[in-house]
């Protein structure tokens, strides 16, 4: 019997079905060893000794292979054939040798690029042994990240009081995002016009032709700058004579992209289907993992983590046997196609991503695939058939055109493309080229040397030069890619770490940075400029390809790194953080001190007229305030609002109108703690009244009407069906609420405060009385089970803050990648025993944390050796062995 090592248990259930009864597999369920998080996991002083500690999930599944391993006669490690899975092989048989599971029998290593019969028992007669320098080239990579984010993140801690956390390759792929809107910021439009003639043939058929000369001058885009020159080119134009100087057509060819790569997977993912990176990659690990297709488990795609664009032999013509069948003879080249790529890393110089037979056609499977599933493989399998195609064959006309007007010779032009024959276009457009095609794909009405052109109107139209765009998330992963950042495996890992710090948002489908990521970046930029530099970065992951390639030691690579990045954090000691605060004050004035429109001062203080405005770090982060504080104390958020975002000006305080029963003013104001409205002003000491914005509820979408309901709450709703008791329904502190006598239940996303009924409300109130009391109301929770070292129940809960595990005195909040419905008591214990940590820290005294299993760094919460212990006070020292902050890669 031999025992076969997979990742996932759907992996496995397809593969065990393969190889019949001789074998057993079983699955790994991923990584099952990870860094532990404390003080000295990897060790530079002893030579960057890593200790791995095995994750309590996994160590069930562990015995049961240890105890499969023990009666077997030999082992076969099966998983991914890229370095994580190498990696994940080289922790299980580490494993497994720390548990004398082994004896002599033999263990050997194989890989497939598919999961079909053909592939999984064509790579067992090729087993070999584990690459030790895949092995290496992992190890490095995580210790990097390891080794950067403990140690760069208390340093942000220390110098950028309310700054999260830092990563090697995050934190440069923030930049990229933060440069662009700085981009954006400075850009200074530029006017220009376009001067175009319609004219017509002596047939009478119309087209357009561009003024492209003048006097001997080529006029280029941007050259005529003023309406006078327009003018005056209009005016020559309109009283010339027009004929045509020479027609020039030229044919062309365009050749089809090659199949898909991950990282071009990723993005015309993201451009015709509207799916992230992350869920691209989720839907492809399930194609590729196995469908129930006519009642047998099949792996419809080749591997999804792949830099190679080339396909197998029998795959490529299998593709121009279905190009045949389908399209017809005359779209299936004379020879096949061979693509070529640089292979940046060899373990993933593989096959592209193809489907693992071209013959299953997208509708052939359709009804078995979920809608998602079936749009990624539609698409999967259109470019890998389009690129075994015939070459579109194009026609280029150019006509270029005399006008003679008195004391002035002005040239122009026309350009046509005609689709002569359509080849590969006929099944797939790459997206990136749709607008290009509609501008050219139009045909020019049959000209010849010579012949006068009517003048049917000339027109001159204004226009400006506009910023360049935002990213979105497939020109992020393209730009990262062109700069050698990361890996294809890591591009989904790294947007989603930077969507969950909350450094960035996605508005309209394009990355914005938040305030808290433009933070991270500048302090970055100021004092660890070199680490965040594209090509110092690109170079670092030339360096671990060349280890992969046995090229390099991984360990000389380590110290090199380690050597001048420590030199660099050691730099930082001395400096203060009012000197951190001016740096960053100065790099970020276009973003918080915009130029206002009238020319006036924008660091001036609105409210006291005196104060220079300034950026403020306090408890809760970022602000600006006023250098007039205690006396005066406007503060608003870093970002001005201005007139095309909220309606409003750089004070942040935008009149809505006047209500009409007090005679107050009615505004919206940005404050320390978010949007605000408020009616009328302070007077005699006594506070004007005041309503946060319920969330979801944008303040570009405020009015006054809106307004006046929101600061008229509390509202009555009715009266409760069985108490008789009013039921109110209002805003406050802890956000919108419903409320009967002392019982009070917060609404859900979906429902709207000034509209929620009287039947909605008494659901809400008898499902949280049906609950229970908890923690300051908090409703008792869902037990998950009992803590497995110290006993007592473990529940999770929603909160104000966002649902969270409770153990005991001990909270800790979910993170946005874990669902509430979702968790697991594996997954709570670690929450509550990171929390439980850091609960008698003090902020100097920090232990680094371990990175995330993403592969990037995310160096999470170390437990103290008390798991719950008592709150440190002001009076009482801090404990004798101090906890990490929470620290999450950039």
């Not at 930049?175 to 001067?195: A, M, N, Q």
């Not at 992963?477 to 948002?505: H, N």
């Not at 924008?602 to 007039?628: Q, Y």
Request: some cysteine.
């Amino acid at each position: 019997m031999q025992v076969v090592i997979v990742e996932s248990p759907a992996k496995a259930k397809t593969i065990n079905k393969y190889l019949g009864s001789g074998y057993e597999v079983y699955a790994s369920y991923g990584h099952v060893r990870d860094l532990p998080a404390k003080d000295g996991s990897v060790n530079p002083d002893d030579d960057f000794r890593m200790l791995w500690d095995v994750d309590p999930k996994a160590q069930k599944r562990l015995s049961d292979i240890a105890k499969a391993v023990k009666g077997a006669d030999g082992l076969i490690l099966a998983t991914d054939p890229d370095r994580e899975g190498e990696a994940i092989s080289w922790h299980v048989l580490e494993v497994l040798k720390e548990k004398r599971a082994l004896k002599d029998q033999p263990v050997s290593r194989v890989v497939f690029n598919a999961i079909t019969k053909q592939s999984v028992l064509e790579a067992m007669k090729h087993p070999r042994i584990i690459d030790a320098a895949l092995v290496d080239a992992y190890l490095a990579r995580r210790a990097l990240d390891y080794l950067v984010g403990f140690t760069l993140s208390p340093v942000l801690w220390r110098k950028l009081p309310g700054a999260r956390s830092a990563g090697r390759v995050q934190s440069v792929a923030l930049r990229l995002v933060c440069d662009r809107e700085r981009e954006i910021e400075t850009f200074v439009k530029r006017e220009y016009w376009s001067i175009a003639a319609q004219l017509a043939t002596p047939r009478n058929e119309t087209f357009e032709a561009r003024l492209v000369g003048a006097d001997g001058k080529k006029i280029t885009r941007l050259d005529v700058g003023t309406e006078a020159e327009a003018k005056d080119f209009r005016a020559a134009l309109e009283r010339a004579d027009f004929k045509v100087r020479s027609v020039e057509a030229k044919p062309a060819r365009r050749h089809p992209s090659p199949p898909f790569t991950t990282s071009t997977l990723q993005q015309e993912a993201s451009r015709k289907l509207g799916f992230a990176p992350a869920i691209t990659m989720r839907i492809a690990q399930r194609l590729y993992e196995g469908i129930d297709v006519g009642g047998e488990t099949v792996g419809l795609i080749t591997y999804m983590r792949t830099d190679g664009v080339d396909m197998a032999p029998e795959a490529v013509t299998e593709a121009r046997t279905v190009i045949g069948r389908e399209y017809g003879d005359r779209y299936v080249p004379s020879a096949p196609r061979k693509y070529t790529a640089k292979a940046k890393n060899a373990q993933e110089a593989h096959e592209a991503i193809r489907p693992t037979e071209l013959a299953r056609r997208p509708k052939d499977v359709a009804r078995q695939l979920e809608p998602d599933q079936a749009k990624l493989y539609e698409l999967i399998w259109l470019r890998t058939i389009a690129s075994q195609m015939e070459s579109a064959e194009l026609e280029r006309t150019t006509v270029d055109i005399e006008a003679v007007a008195a004391a002035r010779a002005l040239e122009l032009r026309a350009t046509g493309t005609v689709v002569k024959f359509d080849g590969f276009l006929t099944v797939y457009r790459e997206s990136s080229d749709d607008d290009e095609d509609d501008e050219e794909s139009r045909r020019l009405p049959a000209m010849s040397s010579g012949e006068a052109l009517a003048n049917k109107g000339i027109k001159a139209d204004q226009h400006f030069t506009e910023p360049p765009p935002r990213y979105s998330e497939a020109s992020l992963v393209k730009r990262m890619e062109e700069l050698g950042i990361g890996r294809p495996s890591t591009y989904a890992s790294v947007l989603a770490v930077l969507r969950d710090r909350e450094y960035v948002k996605l508005d309209k489908r394009r990355l914005v940075p938040e305030d808290k990521g433009r933070l991270v970046t500048a302090f970055l930029e100021s004092f660890f400029d070199r680490y965040v530099e594209y090509d110092f970065t690109a170079d670092l992951e030339e360096k671990l390809d060349r280890i992969s390639n046995g090229e390099l030691q991984w360990k000389d690579v380590l110290r090199d790194f380690w050597r001048d990045f420590t030199a660099a954090v050691g730099e930082t000691k001395e400096l203060r953080v009012s000197d951190v605060i001016s740096a960053l004050d100065g790099m970020l004035t276009a973003h918080i001190f915009p130029p206002k429109e009238d020319g006036s001062d924008p660091r001036i203080c609105p409210t006291c007229g005196t104060g220079r405005l300034s950026l403020k770090v306090g408890k809760f982060g970022a602000f600006i305030g006023c250098s007039n504080y205690p006396e005066c104390k406007y503060t608003r958020p870093l970002a001005a609002q201005g007139d095309d975002e909220n309606g409003g000006e750089a004070s942040g305080t935008r009149v809505l109108g006047t209500d009409p029963a007090s005679g107050l003013e009615v505004t919206i104001r940005a404050g320390r703690f978010g949007t605000y409205l408020q009616l009328g002003e302070a007077k005699d000491g006594e506070k004007p009244k005041r309503s946060s914005l319920p969330k979801g509820l944008a303040p570009a979408d405020v009015d006054l009407e809106t307004a006046l309901s929101l600061l008229s709450l509390p509202r009555e709703i009715g009266l409760h069906p069985e108490t008789g008791e009013p039921i109110l329904a209002g805003i406050g502190r802890f956000g919108p609420y419903v409320q009967t006598g002392k019982t009070y239940a917060n609404i859900e996303p979906g429902d709207d405060i000034l509209a929620i009924g009287l039947n909605r409300a008494v659901a809400l109130i008898a499902d949280k009385q049906s609950k229970g009391p908890g923690r300051r109301g908090a409703v008792g929770g869902r037990e998950l089970g009992e803590h497995p070292t110290l006993g007592g129940p473990i529940t999770v809960r929603p909160g104000r803050f966002g649902a969270y595990v409770n153990h005991g005195k001990v909270n800790a909040t979910l993170p946005k990648s874990i669902e509430q419905d979702a968790v697991t008591l594996e997954q709570a214990v670690e929450l509550i025993t990171a929390k439980a940590g850091t609960m008698p820290v003090k902020p100097a005294r920090r232990a680094p944390a371990k990175a995330a299993a993403d592969g990037e760094t995310a160096v999470k919460k170390t437990a103290a050796k008390k798991p719950a212990a008592k709150k440190a006070t002001a009076k009482k020292p801090a404990a004798k062995k101090p906890a990490a902050k929470k620290v999450a890669s950039a």
